[in-house]
């Protein structure tokens, strides 16, 4: 598995998911989670990277779990990339 870091040695890969919008196959499976995203304006692979980097992670987003950041964890393994920080989002921990 690959760490998901933004920095000058990110794959070009990663950096072109980055800027793709959340997969709607993914989302339309996982109602919650859309509302969830979509109630933090949170859009696309990076936006969602960048929430689970600040300091009020995933975990203090309205009606967003644990389950919940499991499931998005998983769905970014299959892509290859995986959350910052994410024990820190699954336990709500912040800095």
Excluded: C
């Excluded at 196959?25 to 689970?52: H, P, V």
Aim: aromatic share 10%; proline share 1%.
């Amino acid at each position: 598995m690959q760490k998901w870091i933004a920095n000058e040695n990110m794959k070009k890969k990663e950096r072109e998911l980055l800027k793709q919008k959340i997969d709607e196959k993914f989302l339309s499976t996982n109602t919650r989670i859309r509302n969830a995203l979509k109630r933090a304006k949170i859009e696309t692979y990076g936006d969602l990277y960048k929430r689970a980097k600040q300091k009020y992670n995933l975990y203090y987003v309205t009606y967003l779990g644990r389950k919940s950041i499991q499931k998005i964890q998983q769905h970014l393994n299959e892509k290859g990339l995986s959350l910052p920080n994410y024990e820190k989002n699954l336990n709500g921990e912040n800095e």
